[in-house]
């Protein structure tokens, strides 16, 4: 296998039980902010205290700095996002409206390092096994490239709907799958062993609600599936390293060349795109939606119920007065 190791059918069965959980729980935790709370604040105390130090601590896969400032990064994420969707007048508060953005970076910032720090690294490191080579330059550097094209935060705003969505209008298809590009390559070049679940299925759980459930939601969705990811991992790592479910990478360096020569490629090409856009219609990407005149940005605002919908232009034109 060209990315990873031949799986018996049951690891590929595995795949889409852990996709489809992750999917399930993203949507347990829109229901309300009660049980959002019990997900994220009750049971990472719990977790912290009673398992993660015996299941997460020095020698696990899962025992690294990154694993630890990831879990609570994303935790941080989903509060936020909370405090934002309930708390009334939060999201009109533009100082708040930066934490999106903040969180955002900072966890991309996160990988970056660590893409950088694995570049020198070669042997089995924490229970995984690292190969560092020029790849791990190269999606630092698409990292940075979608850090840089993160626009439109001023324009986050709450869904008129029962789930009270945090939605973000700029934050399009093509800024999402540069990043899924990106993080893929992130997760294979330095955690390649957890790659078949945490790179591919991790990623796509918050993809298809973001595109067909809870269009705009990308990040809410991303937070939340990236939480209950970690504190399953460092509560269980034996299932993505020992278990009859795991899928080790193929460590080969094609692979890792080809898979962060894509991320790259996708992020230099909205980067470019993006920036364009900037110079051509003179707008200001800290106080301006850059995408605001494309169709996907108004379809976003439509599903969350915070325009009205346009009809077709047939129906338009049925509508049209007879003078």
Not at 187 to 201: M, T
Request: aromatic fraction near 14%; glycine fraction near 8%.
């Amino acid at each position: 296998m060209f990315l990873f190791e031949a799986a018996p059918w049951y690891g590929y069965a595995m795949w889409f039980v852990v996709l489809a959980a992750l999917i399930a729980a993203n949507e347990l935790a829109r229901v309300n902010w009660r049980i959002a709370l019990l997900l994220f604040v009750a049971l990472p105390v719990v977790l912290t205290i009673f398992v993660w130090p015996s299941t997460a601590g020095a020698g696990s896969s899962t025992g690294t700095w990154f694993h630890w400032v990831k879990v609570y990064s994303a935790l941080a994420g989903c509060l936020g996002f909370l405090a934002l969707r309930f708390i009334r007048g939060a999201a009109q508060n533009k100082w708040m409206l930066l934490f999106p953005p903040a969180i955002l970076t900072i966890n991309i910032i996160e990988a970056v390092i660590r893409d950088f720090e694995c570049y020198g690294l070669n042997g089995v490191y924490d229970g995984v096994t690292i190969i560092g080579g020029p790849w791990n330059i190269m999606n630092g550097i698409a990292g940075i490239l979608n850090i840089l094209t993160i626009s439109g935060w001023m324009g986050i705003r709450i869904s008129n709907n029962r789930f009270k969505d945090m939605v973000w209008p700029d934050m399009l298809w093509f800024w999402i799958i540069a990043y899924d590009l990106w993080n893929f390559a992130y997760v294979y070049n330095c955690v390649g062993d957890h790659a078949f679940y945490a790179g591919a299925a991790l990623l796509i759980s918050c993809t298809i609600p973001a595109f067909f459930i809870e269009k705009g939601a990308w990040l809410q969705a991303r937070a939340q599936t990236l939480a209950f990811w970690m504190m399953w991992t460092m509560a269980v790592p034996a299932f993505v390293d020992t278990s009859p479910f795991a899928v080790g990478s193929s460590n080969n360096p094609a692979a890792l060349f080809t898979v962060s020569a894509l991320a790259l490629a996708a992020n230099v090409a909205v980067f470019g795109y993006h920036f364009g856009k900037i110079v051509r219609r003179r707008i200001n990407p800290l106080r301006e939606e850059v995408h605001a005149d494309l169709a996907a940005h108004r379809e976003v605002l439509e599903h969350a119920g915070l325009v009205p919908a346009v009809p077709p232009a047939d129906e338009r034109r049925e509508a049209l007065p007879i003078g």
